[in-house]
């Protein structure tokens, strides 16, 4: 009997909020096993009362070498165990039957309308452009074609697919190519000076899945909240950026009653929360969204 499991990356006491809110909604329409990929072990401890309140298990990486893979979303798939993996990000809100995402060889959901020949895509390919030039054939196929945007928000595979070992090795080479990028392909001095790169993630899985076998699913199961076409009708709910709250009564609805009902200790939460989830926190004190 093949078992399934929900995938999360936890890091950083700023993202330990939204971890707790998308667990919360988790469990009110998945009953199966839920782990969390920790990368380190002061993740792991401030993780304990959600294991306990929420049935879960958590596992500490390894600390990533130079050299090698990253933590990022992707690295987690080589510490899953159970046969398959639904890949869920942290900012989400489940809320709805997620059996469509189970059993896949290797599934991913598109990034609402947006294709290879979109602005944002075509910005991104701009910035990778020609930095690699064994990567700029790739570039150039997915940049003038109709292929979906990725968004590697939500996806699910089986445990050791051949797929998740080409996007892996595609995302060393892309993230190589935009540390290369000069200061003038930056489109603000905030990401020059964090030496945030556009997307690389999002952007490996674009070109990956121009030639890798894959399901396509509906940005229902991963509804960005920026570009999502069916956001009333979606099932994931992504909260990418600092989108959290304004406009959507349904995140706060989730991080009030967190809130009220002290959920794994999220009223007694201590530690730093990122800019949008403390000044939405601020504005519902303040009563900024009463009826």
């Not at 971890?19 to 096993?33: D, E, F």
């Not at 910035?127 to 196929?141: N, W």
């Not at 002290?262 to 000044?279: C, Q, S, W």
Request: with cysteine.
């Amino acid at each position: 009997m093949s078992t399934t499991e929900v995938a999360y990356l936890y890091f950083g006491r700023k993202m330990w909020p939204r971890m707790i809110i998308s667990l919360w909604s988790l469990r009110k329409h998945w009953n199966g096993k839920v782990c969390v990929y920790c990368r380190s072990r002061d993740d792991y401890d401030r993780l304990v009362p959600a294991c306990a309140k929420f049935d879960i298990c958590a596992t500490v990486m390894p600390p990533s070498q130079r050299g090698t893979t990253p933590h990022n979303k992707m690295a987690i798939t080589e510490w899953i165990k159970s046969e398959y993996a639904i890949c869920m990000d942290a900012d989400t809100l489940i809320e709805g039957d997620l059996s469509p995402l189970v059993g896949h060889e290797f599934a991913v959901t598109h990034h609402g309308a947006r294709t290879g020949l979109s602005i944002q895509s075509v910005r991104r390919a701009n910035f990778y452009r020609g930095m690699d030039r064994s990567l700029d054939p790739v570039i150039e196929k997915y940049g003038t074609t109709e292929s979906p945007d990725i968004n590697a928000g939500v996806f699910s595979c089986r445990n050791g697919c051949r797929q998740i070992e080409i996007i892996q090795a595609l995302l060393h080479r892309v993230v190589s190519a935009g540390r290369k990028a000069p200061p003038s392909r930056y489109t603000n001095k905030l990401t020059l000076r964090s030496g945030r790169l556009p997307s690389p993630t999002d952007f490996a899985f674009s070109l990956a899945c121009g030639w890798v076998e894959h399901t396509l699913l509906s940005d229902k199961y991963n509804c960005c909240s920026r570009h999502g076409t069916d956001w009333d009708k979606a099932v994931v709910k992504h909260f990418v950026a600092r989108s959290h709250g304004r406009g959507f009564p349904e995140y706060r609805l989730a991080l009030q009653t967190v809130l009220d009902n002290n959920v794994a200790g999220f009223a007694d939460h201590k530690g730093r929360m990122d800019l949008e989830m403390r000044n939405l926190l601020t504005r519902m004190e303040k009563g900024y969204y009463d009826a």
